[in-house]
């Protein structure tokens, strides 16, 4: 067998090439420009550190949204034992009025009637009615409509009269009539009925009266529903307050005996029967009434709340109808009670603390702060990646139109650039807001008015950066040969010189969209970008203006910032490692 070369300790050919292998360092020379910059940008560890945050903010707004077990704008609700209110009360300090079927005494009639009891006129008109009123004791009053029954002059001490049409004068009326004239008697009582006399000079005009309503302080209250009804007729308070008056114990309506029984706060009517008596009605000073018009309020309710507030308790106890007591709370302000009662309600889920359902906790709408967190990340990066591709679109094409032009293009598109530099940015996003706000324009309409506006307003950089960059470049050597070989201008443009920008451009937009998200964040925050229901961080952190919320309720917003922090830090990261791994001159 042959020997080689070495074993034969023979000096080596110099002809023979040493042996190359793809891991050797020498590898790199050979290396695409972008691998180059691939190999340069993993060397940075603070590039590498926010790609990682990009990422997981990318799943966690993209991804998460997904997986989560809640929508963005689900309401969650719970059951919990709070005071509610029951019942209000009030001492009654005016007239009530009770009408007689198939008589009215409309409201200015009750004004007039008013004005005559506080001026001590028995006599008062209304609507072109006559009405007088007669007073039992000064809470209990009762009103009549007067009808005219005849015109009397007296002369020499007799007198003429002239009847009313459809009323019939006899000689006692007269009599009565011409003795309270000269008597200068205001009112006369005749054959059981009252008369008035109203004066107008010579002329005395007579009438007479009719019982039409009952005006009184009490209030009663049924036992039971049914019974409602029949203590609202006239015939049945009269008879009531005219037995309290003359300290009788029992009286008789539509032919039925009742039983007061005045040794209780307040007086309880008993109605009489063949199987005995029972409990029908109580009088008090006091207006009860439940909230809700589907509950009654039983006697035994109102008795015990009555019984409270005259020994000045807080609070009273009452069995119903299934023997289960139940304790009611009284709140007084002035003359006004509120009567509360322990309810089982069902409520919004406001600012509910972290737990196992909702790892971040409520909001002060009941949603998931953890959901709502997820689907803002998505609002919140599209709008910085649409605006900064708007952003590009527009300063590529002026930028590069104006540097590849020069002369008086140049010119004219530099002082566009310069126009829109001198538009104050935020007090044209105010105007646009209270635009939008007033327009109540939709939400996710707003979001898209948003990125236009964004956009429109912050192209001017990009531009001129372009249009620098293609001024170096368009004198350069191969610019020259495209133009010598007839290249098109267009061609020429976005696909020989902006192609060698595009690693700026690159950088740019990356460090933009940190910024972009910045702006959109305070927009928000200040109530002039993202509108609920929609979410995003920075309308999530604007419950953080109000002081309660931000001192108590640290979930609601400092997740939603620390989420803006790390984003825009990953995007500063990841264009600060682009920049190097651009940079020619970087070291390898």
Known sequence: MSESPQQQNLPADPNLQEEIHLDDVSRVKVLSPSMLVFRRFIRNKLAIVGLIIL???????????????????????????????????????????????????????????????????????????????????????????????????????????????????????????VEAIEARAADFEYDGSHYFITRQGKMNSITYSKDIAIASKLIFDAFEPDARKKLGTVEFVYEAQTALINDQDSFEAAGITYRIDLSDEAAIIYRQSETGETPYASISNLIVRA???????????????????????????????????????????????????????????????????HWLGTDGNGMDVLTRLMYGGRISLMVGFVVVFFELLIGVVVGGIAGFFGGAIDTLLMRVVDLFNSIPFYPIVIIMGAVMDTFEINPVARIFYLMAVLGILGWTGIARVVRGQILTLREQDFMVATEATGI????????????????????????????????????????????????SWGSIINAATNLHVMTNYWFIWIPAGILIVLTVLGFNFVGDGLRDAFDPKMKR
């Open 55 to 177: 990422i997981a903010m990318f799943l966690f707004s993209f991804i998460g949204g997904v997986i989560s077990p809640y929508k963005q704008q689900q309401v969650f609700r719970k059951y919990e034992v709070i005071p509610k209110e029951y019942a209000a009360a009030t001492i009654n300090k005016d007239l009530r009025y009770i009408v007689q079927d198939g008589q009215s005494f409309p409201g200015g009639a009750i004004a007039q009637f008013v004005l005559a009891k506080n001026n001590k006129r028995l006599v008062f008109s209304s609507g072109g009615k006559d009405y007088s009123y007669t007073e039992i004791t000064p809470d209990f009053y009762i009103i009549a409509e007067n009808f005219p029954a005849a015109e009397v002059i007296i002369l020499a001490g007799k007198g003429r009269f002239t009847a009313a049409e459809g009323f019939e004068l006899t000689e006692g009326l007269e009599t009565a009539a």
């Open 291 to 357: 909230i809700s018009p589907e509950v009654f309020l039983t006697v035994d309710f109102k008795r015990k709340f009555s019984e409270a507030i005259n020994d000045r308790q807080t609070s009273f106890v009452v069995t119903d109808a299934q023997g289960v007591e139940e304790t009611y709370t009284i709140n007084r302000v002035h003359e006004t009670y509120s009567i509360m009662a322990q309810k089982e309600s069902q409520l919004i889920d406001i600012f509910s603390f972290p737990s196992r359902q």
């Open 488 to 535: 098109p201008v267009a061609r020429r443009i976005f696909r020989h010189l902006v192609p060698n920008v595009m690693p700026l451009l690159i950088v740019q937009a990356t460090l933009a969209l940190g910024n972009i998200i910045i702006i959109e964040a305070t927009l928000s925050f200040l109530g002039l970008g993202v509108k609920y229901p929609i979410a």
